[in-house]
């Protein structure tokens, strides 16, 4: 089930994880929106992924660079999908969410892929218990 929840919630957890630290929430929609028409992600695309017509593990390779490429336009990964984990925790570092934060990098940033998009959409994964 919370595969098929994934990419659904890749607007929401990355609008979020920005616009807490980082962007403005309206310069995060832009910046996730803009990934998603660079990389040629339709709502089609979301919604196989939602529903579960098409698996975390089967999904798109534009729908990974989308992931990797709001990632790097956050500053959070560099691209070559390093996560940029200094820089993470520093967002956090004063959060109620810290500890958590460093348990999931801790478990998450070592994850590898195919390639950078491979990567960052196996790390959301991660973050995310897929």
């Not at 070559?80 to 460093?102: F, R, V």
């Not at 940033?109 to 959301?124: Q, Y």
């Amino acid at each position: 089930m919370r595969s098929i929840l994934a990419l659904a919630l890749l607007l929401s957890c990355l609008t979020g994880i920005l616009s807490q630290h980082t962007l403005d929430p309206a310069m995060s929609k832009t910046m996730v929106e803009g990934c998603l028409k660079e990389n040629g992600v339709s709502k089609q695309d979301l919604e196989d992924l939602q529903s579960g017509k098409v698996k975390h593990e089967d999904a798109k390779d534009n729908v990974k660079c989308s992931t990797q490429c709001i990632l790097v336009k956050a500053g959070l990964m560099d691209s070559t999908g390093k996560l940029l984990t200094d820089k993470i925790k520093a967002n956090y570092a004063n959060s109620s969410m810290k500890e958590t934060i460093e348990k999931d990098l801790a478990k998450c940033s070592g994850v590898k892929g195919d390639n950078a998009c491979d990567t960052a959409f196996k790390m959301l994964g991660c973050f995310q218990g897929v």
